[in-house]
């Protein structure tokens, strides 16, 4: 059960997806990514769908990127979800990647006054058990204070 996220599965392992997973359990953030033309990928596929080749590998990204959008859970969907409380539901659009990457994730750190799309966020991991976590994500105000400040977004 993911620490941050009581109530929430663990993932589905499978062949295809286990790396995703692993990687996150060792606090790293990969993305499938072919080896013929570059281009990554997610979710996990076999082909890839810019060249159709089968052969591709982890890379790991820099785990940065923008709220895409967002939604606020405000009920639990499950009684085991209560637990959870208010939670939000996240795209993440990630830097550094081939294409575009957007990751249904959750940003933490953040309130219904705070999180808005462009927000500026860094990966962060919710260990799940010993081998896998979930990546997830928090604002990167440290990392990137000068540009709230050029966005107005914090006065300086
Ligand atoms: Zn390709």
């Known amino acids: 059960m993911s620490e941050r996220m009581p109530g929430f599965g663990a993932p589905h392992l499978t062949a295809l997806n286990e ?7 060792q606090g790293r953030l990969v993305i499938q990514r072919c080896d013929d033309c570059g281009t990554h990928r997610h979710v996990p596929v076999e082909i890839c769908y810019q060249c159709h080749s089968r052969n591709w590998h982890w890379d790991e990204v ?23 409380g208010v939670y939000n539901i996240s795209v993440v659009e990630l830097d550094g990647v081939v294409g575009t990457i957007r990751l249904l994730t959750n ?26 976590a979930l990546p997830v994500f928090e604002p990167a105000f440290a990392l990137n204070e000068a540009e709230r400040v050029s966005a107005g977004k914090v006065s300086a």
Request: glycine fraction near 8%.
């Open 62 to 84: 820099p785990g940065t990127g923008r709220v895409f959008s967002y939604t606020w859970v405000d009920r639990p969907l499950s009684p085991e979800l209560a637990q959870a």
């Open 19 to 25: 790396g995703y997973w692993k990687a996150a359990g």
């Open 107 to 132: 940003v933490f750190g953040v309130d219904k006054d705070t999180l808005e799309c462009d927000l500026p966020v860094k990966v962060a991991f919710d260990r799940v058990d010993d081998e896998i």
